[in-house]
């Protein structure tokens, strides 16, 4: 994006996942145990509060994907009113896609907008055997906590808010959509669960320049998405890195 605005980009921690490598690494992953964050992504131009994915439920509520923490204080509205932001301020959430680590929380915010693309609530209602427990698929507080009834729904590239837009790039799941975000000191992508740590970014060199996430839609796509991140010029923001939380804002 050529605009500048005066967007910020503030990384939230709302819970940490205790997985192995293998489970972030197509194929080149082992059984190194790895601890990542999940991330909710605040952008605040001043006078718009956004969010960028709502976190993942409560421990309490699903044993499908144990094992993972998210105490009280870690809740979303939480870490927000800790960060001095008033959750009802939160005028619109822009969801990547509908794993349940990034769209549990939506519920959450009742007064906000929600965003999605249809191709990605599309395949939210019927996916792939192998991808229904990401989705949940089989819980039955799903519908209610993550608003699903509630969403307005992007068809590709879309320009959300003056230096703000949201690219779909498919590859980790159908719909995934990235955002793109203008700021004083650049433009930062935020890539989603295409590049969930910046092991994935930085590839296995010289074979690969960059490495998919063990669980993926479609390898072409995932493809022609990390391609066109590349061309993007922007910074990039893993979904799921403590390096991305070494910073208390970007922009």
């Known amino acids: 994006m050529s605009a500048r605005s005066t967007w910020t980009v ?15 690494l197509f194929m080149v992953g082992d059984d190194t145990p790895l601890d990542v964050p999940v991330i909710m992504f605040l952008l605040d131009n001043g006078s718009e509060r956004v969010l960028v994915d709502t976190g993942c439920s409560d ?3 699903t044993h ?3 094992p993972f923490e998210r105490p009280a204080e870690l809740q979303p509205r939480h870490v927000l009113v800790a960060h001095g932001i008033d959750p009802a301020s939160i005028q619109l959430v822009l969801t990547s896609h509908l794993h349940w680590d990034h769209s549990s929380g939506n519920a ?3 007064e906000a907008e929600l965003r999605v693309q249809t191709r990605e609530l599309d395949y939210a209602t019927h996916p792939l055997m192998w991808h229904s427990e990401s989705y949940e698929i089989h819980n ?3 519908t209610d906590t993550w608003a699903l009834d509630r969403y307005t729904t992007i068809d590709g590239d879309a320009q959300v808010l003056p230096g703000l837009q949201v690219l779909l790039t498919p590859g980790h799941t159908p719909g995934i959509q990235s955002v793109l975000v203008s700021t004083e000191s650049g433009d930062f992508v935020l890539p989603s669960d295409n590049v969930p740590t910046f092991a994935n970014w930085e ?13 993926h839609y479609s390898l ?11 061309s ?4 990039l923001l893993p979904s799921h890195d403590f390096r991305v939380l070494e910073e208390k804002s970007y922009g």
Not at 15 to 24: E, Q
Not at 203 to 215: D, F, L, V
Request: charged share 25%; proline share 13%; glycine share 6%.
């Open 10 to 24: 503030t990384p939230l921690h709302v819970g940490t996942l205790h997985r192995k490598r293998r489970s972030f």
């Open 140 to 142: 039955p507080a799903r």
């Open 108 to 110: 959450l915010f009742p």
């Open 232 to 235: 993007l010029g922007a910074r």
């Open 220 to 230: 072409p796509e995932y493809d022609a998405t990390f391609r066109r991140l590349d």
């Open 203 to 215: 590839g296995k060199q010289p074979e690969w320049s960059h490495i998919p996430a063990t669980n």
């Open 59 to 61: 421990p309490t509520t």
């Open 64 to 66: 499908e994907h144990q």
